[in-house]
């Protein structure tokens, strides 16, 4: 039996209306989609996602239904700006939301900086590794200034890095979804032993 399509969350980190990292995630959606994924965008400018608290955020409504988006998702696709040598506080929102979802998915970085996105990237990591879900050993960064033009991507080394990144992020993301349905199915131990039902 083959096995179903990988479902692919891309989170746009930027409530930037000509945002670089929303055209980035549009091209990775596009890209994922032709290559068989079923492909959810989540971009916080068109669906506002309010401040997390935790003894509220549970309860407002359209948690519910993101909640959802996010434990249906084999992998997560975050592309956010470098604000100072940070994640932008509307991508961090979203990962204080959650990280029961997480565990045992596959995050794929990309950040927009001057600096390469290093810091960045390794917080966008370390929150995966704190929420037991696994990175590629890489991300994808990129300036505005050098890749970009009338909000188009004109580089062809980013558009080879991006392909790069998709293709890992499926193809891996596929064998860890098949063995996160598996060791959530079966009975032999391992961390995703707590996740079951």
Partial sequence: ??????????????????????????????????????????????????????????????FSALQERVARADVIVLATPDYHGSMSSAMKNFLDHFWHEFAGKLFATIVASHEKGLTVTDQLRTVARQCYAWTLPYGVSFSEEEDFRDGQIVSENLKGRLGMMLRDARVYGELLARQRRADLSGAEPGFLARHRQ
């Fill in 1 to 62: 039996m083959a096995d179903p399509s990988l479902n692919v969350l891309a989170v746009i980190g930027s409530l930037q209306r000509g945002s670089v990292s929303r055209a980035v995630i549009r091209h990775a959606a596009y890209q994922l989609a032709q290559s068989g994924c079923t492909v959810d965008v989540l971009d916080f400018a068109q669906e506002p996602l309010a401040l997390y608290n935790p003894d509220t955020a549970h309860e407002l409504p359209g």
